[in-house]
């Protein structure tokens, strides 16, 4: 039934065509002459043109598309494909009623109306078309009101191209039962100005009197580039006038171009921390991507998934996902699958302690590409667990670097942390001395290994903010450890997209450092997700401080005191100059030691070999207190 119905409209379709051409020819003739003159000076032209048109237009609209298109969808994509297939339609006419004219077939044959008939059909073949679309929204808008619901007034902020494509999207979907009632946006030259039917009716910094003067029972803040400091303004406006509010997500959670009413969500602390997007080069990070084998390790967690997400829109030839959890990787490659179904993606279970095993897939694998997430990261568990720390973020690292050395891998990129500059703790330290294996690799290689170190990442797993919404869930109270406690933070598409620009930079031996912005206080976003969650810190859900845990700094270094660090052709990547690395003979004395400790179960004497090869180490040789590490 449903493709019975839409043959029959498709023949309706195809009728009012006909009809539309002949119109157009008749009119093309009227203007050009008059009336009486067409008769019958004009009288064979006129009818060989109809019998033409009437023949070659609809075919030529059938051969490029025009009636397998949905039009109450048009946009302005479809109106093109009207100007080209009309175009082309007059085209071949012109051809056969010049040629007819040439052969005396009639004569008195004005060519200007092939012209006027050229514009005359794109007007009304077009207008038809639309038509559809309008009479769809306005059905749509009809259905909405019989329901005897009223809809939601809805007030956007920002009037550029994701805020029409909200209005769009809203009139498309009767269901959603929602209006657009104004725009709001600071740009002097959209004010008072109508986009899409809706008027910006003022700029950002009246959002409060326009809430207060209006009714409107939502606001929709649909600028994926606006930062922070933009969402916190909206979003604090909007609570202080109990006017609920959704936003689009950031700018590079849009990396794949999906802009859609469906994507409109919550605002979370990721939007209240968003900094002004930084410059997006896709096409240099594609070309490095297209074609090539790219293998993640630790692809299973928050940065590993992000690198496969990203690197799947950046065509390469296949995608290795390797992890040590079977469960995190194959939810990992179902959504993979999903997203990107032509793409050959292999997952491995291995773990990177396994010399053989790690040797092995290389071998059978031969990647181009490798990105190097898996390590242990948690600073107390760490702290705890320094066997544990030594085995896989060292030797981890270790086999990795020597697999791609024995396999010719073109790019080794390893991602690191703030915490291993100044280490306080065994994973930072842990951290530093993979580093170093790291850029020993390039200098013994020649190849393009290199180092992107980056403070916390939002929303990854087992951080500060998943715990905290949890507290919140249960009523609190939420826990911070210091209330001068800071730290660097950034979104997860962020970090990983900055990851991918710093990778096309790396020629060999390079530490790229991300721009992190300002440091963050832990209380401060604390309080943050206690709003967002509609209560009011210190009245609704009450904070109380633990003291620092074991190997924690008040605050974070991105790099050395001392040290220089130097612009890249990005400005949200640097990087650094240092040339504290251990040599490689030393630091092969240094790795078989510490491995010989670990196995040994000496935490003591790993501890002491750390703090005498790693510049500024500071780490904490006494027993731990398992009441503070949670």
Known sequence: MIILGRKVRVRYIILGDIFLTIISVFAAYILRLD??????TYQRSLIWMLA??????????FLLGMYRRIWRYASIREMALVITAVTAASMVISVFMISLFAFEQFIGFPRSVLVIDWV??????????????????SRSMGNGLKKGNLPKSVLIVGA??????????????????????????????KQKHEIQ???VIGTLPELGRVLKMRQVDEVVIAIPSAAGSVIRMVAQTCRENQVPFRTMPGIYDLLDGKISVSRLREVNIDDLLRREPAQINNEAIGSSMKGKKVLITGAGGSIGRELCRQIARNDPDKLL?????????????????????NLTILPIIADVRGTARIQGIFEKYQPDIV????????????????EEAITNNVIGTKNIVNACINSNVEKLVMISTDKAIRPANIMGATKRIAEMLVLDGARRSGKAFSVVRFGNVLGSRGSVVPRFKQQIAKGGPVSVTHPDMRRYFMTIPEAVHLVLQASIMGHGTEIFVLNMGEQIKILDLAQDLIRLSGLEPGKDIEIQFLGIRPGEKLSEDLWDEGFAFSPTEHPDVYKVETDDNLESDRLDLLIEELVKNAYAGNNIEIIKLLEENIPGTSLKAEPIDLTVIS
Do not use: C, W
């Open 120 to 137: 005359l059909s794109i007007l009304l073949i077009g207008s038809f078309r639309i038509s559809s679309r309008v009479l769809s929204e």
């Open 160 to 189: 550029g191209e994701a805020g029409v494509m909200v209005v769009r999207e809203l009139r498309k979907n009767p269901q959603l039962n929602q209006i657009p009632v104004g725009f709001l946006d600071d740009d002097p030259e």
């Open 197 to 199: 039917g809706v008027k």
């Open 52 to 61: 033409i048109s009437v023949l070659v237009k609809p075919t030529i609209y």
């Open 35 to 40: 009336l009486v003159a067409i008769f019958p």
């Open 321 to 341: 996902m390797l992890g040590h959890g079977e469960n995190s990787i194959f939810e990992a490659l179902l959504e993979m699958k999903e997203s990107f179904p």
């Open 371 to 386: 990105f190097h997430t898996a390590a242990h990261k948690h600073v107390p568990m760490m702290e705890l667990n320094i």
